[in-house]
């Protein structure tokens, strides 16, 4: 099980889409992969004949552990270890007596795993012209209850599926507020989903290791939304949002302050000399944060489009492994949401984030004068382990810069 974000720590099979015998090259796309973040695709490692399935579908397994062995026809696997103890053809071994089975169940002739199966999912009872609906267990039960028609429902999971997210996502507008009603329960106690048990895990030990500090700055907008509405007016391109010229704000700065765009190693400090900007992403079940590659190379017109394309991507679970993990710094943005100001957490090993608010209007003195302008707080955590004070305030004079001057940001 290859580790496909820096908090995965286990993953699901959803499918094979190679079975025992098949041969396979190295590149060929052989499983998907539910991790904390994303449904993956899984490539293969190596060329030749995929002879093991260890893991069936729907299981889970830790990282490291064998999932799935590739090897030459002939070669011998006598001394392959095994999670458990396996010997070899304990699991997966094909029987030429034994009928195909059920993905994820055993055959008579296998063993079954030390791990908790998982049940097959039961026939859907909502049957639309054509066929039947494909859903999980829990997305029907969760459409049962908030009164959800599946067979209007777009299913997001391997081979269209309907699953959880896909029902609450569509009951959410919907959706009847709850009301507390005497006589009923008090609380209700709901479990975590991968995604927030991830998060939990790793803003919990970020928060007690890395020592923060925190830095804000407002910023005069009006030449920024100037611009913004200008090309905005342009036939043909991406519109532009206050993230995208923040993200191309913050990375043309990073260049000018390596120190900031650094991480603590334990024994060193990498000073990155690429710039990888992770921006966060709101979901139902929590935060995921995908990473714009190379952002100071970007035009801003091509930060627009990758930050758009990363942010679908990320709500419906279609990111990349190498678009989870890598970031150098961090972008939260919370403004859209009518947050004035807030501080963000640092996501180790990166060195800082910045928490950026609403563009508001409010009086502002200009030369002496009251008049009304656009402004913005920004709030720079950071880590001091890897920058002290004074770092942190200069790169915020020329991330403020770039902004109230954003033609350099066309450059």
Same mark, same amino acid.
């Given at each position: 099980m290859p580790k496909l974000s820096e908090a995965m720590e286990t993953g699901k099979l959803l499918k094979w889409l190679k079975q025992e015998g098949d041969k396979v090259e190295g590149g060929d796309i052989i499983a998907e992969i539910e991790t904390d973040k994303a449904d993956i695709e899984l490539e293969a490692f190596g060329s030749g004949v995929l002879r093991k399935i260890l893991v069936p579908a729907g299981e889970r397994a830790p990282v490291g552990e064998l999932i799935a062995v590739i090897a030459a026809p002939d070669e011998d696997l006598s001394q392959v270890t095994f999670a458990g103890g396996r010997p070899e053809g304990a699991v997966g071994a094909k029987s030429a007596a034994t009928p195909p089975q059920p993905s994820g169940a055993p055959t008579p002739s296998t063993p079954t795993r030390t791990r908790p199966a998982v049940s097959p999912a039961t026939p859907v009872a909502v049957v639309p012209k054509g066929g039947r609906v494909k859903s999980s267990p829990l997305a029907r039960k969760i459409a049962q209850a908030a009164g959800v028609d599946l067979r209007v429902v777009q299913g997001t999971?391997?081979?269209? =599926?309907?699953?959880?997210?896909?029902?609450? =996502?569509?009951?959410?507008?919907?959706?009847?507020p709850r009301v507390l009603r005497a006589g009923g329960p008090e609380f209700e106690d709901l479990p975590l989903s991968s995604l927030r048990a991830a998060i939990a895990k790793q803003m919990a030990h970020a928060k007690a290791v890395a020592p923060h500090f925190y830095l804000t700055t407002e910023i005069a907008m009006d030449r920024a939304s100037a611009l913004r509405e200008e090309l905005n007016g342009i036939e043909g391109y991406p519109k532009i949002s206050f993230t995208d010229l923040i993200v191309k704000a913050s990375a043309s700065t990073l260049t000018l302050h390596p120190e900031v765009n650094a991480s603590y190693q334990g024994d060193t400090i990498r000073v990155h000399h690429r710039v990888h900007i992770g921006i966060a992403v709101a979901l139902g079940e929590g935060l995921i944060t995908p990473v714009l590659r190379d952002a100071d190379m970007k035009s801003l017109h091509e930060i627009a489009s990758g930050v758009r394309d990363l942010a679908e991507r990320a709500r419906n679970r279609k990111l990349k492994a190498q678009e989870l993990s890598g970031a150098t710094f961090t972008i939260s943005n919370l403004g859209m949401y009518g947050v004035d100001e807030f501080i963000a957490i640092i996501n180790p090993p990166e060195g800082a984030i910045l928490a950026v608010g609403s563009v508001v209007e409010k009086p502002v003195v200009v030369n002496g004068r009251l008049e009304v302008g656009r402004r913005l707080r920004v709030t720079l955590s950071c880590d001091h382990r890897v920058m002290d004070?004074?770092?942190?305030?200069?790169?915020?004079?020329?991330?403020?810069?770039?902004?109230e001057a954003p033609s350099r940001l066309l450059i």
């Amino acid at each position: 099980m290859p580790k496909l974000s820096e908090a995965m720590e286990t993953g699901k099979l959803l499918k094979w889409l190679k079975q025992e015998g098949d041969k396979v090259e190295g590149g060929d796309i052989i499983a998907e992969i539910e991790t904390d973040k994303a449904d993956i695709e899984l490539e293969a490692f190596g060329s030749g004949v995929l002879r093991k399935i260890l893991v069936p579908a729907g299981e889970r397994a830790p990282v490291g552990e064998l999932i799935a062995v590739i090897a030459a026809p002939d070669e011998d696997l006598s001394q392959v270890t095994f999670a458990g103890g396996r010997p070899e053809g304990a699991v997966g071994a094909k029987s030429a007596a034994t009928p195909p089975q059920p993905s994820g169940a055993p055959t008579p002739s296998t063993p079954t795993r030390t791990r908790p199966a998982v049940s097959p999912a039961t026939p859907v009872a909502v049957v639309p012209k054509g066929g039947r609906v494909k859903s999980s267990p829990l997305a029907r039960k969760i459409a049962q209850a908030a009164g959800v028609d599946l067979r209007v429902v777009q299913g997001t999971g391997p081979g269209g =599926r309907i699953i959880r997210r896909d029902v609450e =996502r569509y009951a959410k507008p919907t959706a009847a507020p709850r009301v507390l009603r005497a006589g009923g329960p008090e609380f209700e106690d709901l479990p975590l989903s991968s995604l927030r048990a991830a998060i939990a895990k790793q803003m919990a030990h970020a928060k007690a290791v890395a020592p923060h500090f925190y830095l804000t700055t407002e910023i005069a907008m009006d030449r920024a939304s100037a611009l913004r509405e200008e090309l905005n007016g342009i036939e043909g391109y991406p519109k532009i949002s206050f993230t995208d010229l923040i993200v191309k704000a913050s990375a043309s700065t990073l260049t000018l302050h390596p120190e900031v765009n650094a991480s603590y190693q334990g024994d060193t400090i990498r000073v990155h000399h690429r710039v990888h900007i992770g921006i966060a992403v709101a979901l139902g079940e929590g935060l995921i944060t995908p990473v714009l590659r190379d952002a100071d190379m970007k035009s801003l017109h091509e930060i627009a489009s990758g930050v758009r394309d990363l942010a679908e991507r990320a709500r419906n679970r279609k990111l990349k492994a190498q678009e989870l993990s890598g970031a150098t710094f961090t972008i939260s943005n919370l403004g859209m949401y009518g947050v004035d100001e807030f501080i963000a957490i640092i996501n180790p090993p990166e060195g800082a984030i910045l928490a950026v608010g609403s563009v508001v209007e409010k009086p502002v003195v200009v030369n002496g004068r009251l008049e009304v302008g656009r402004r913005l707080r920004v709030t720079l955590s950071c880590d001091h382990r890897v920058m002290d004070g004074a770092m942190g305030a200069r790169f915020l004079q020329d991330l403020r810069r770039f902004l109230e001057a954003p033609s350099r940001l066309l450059i």
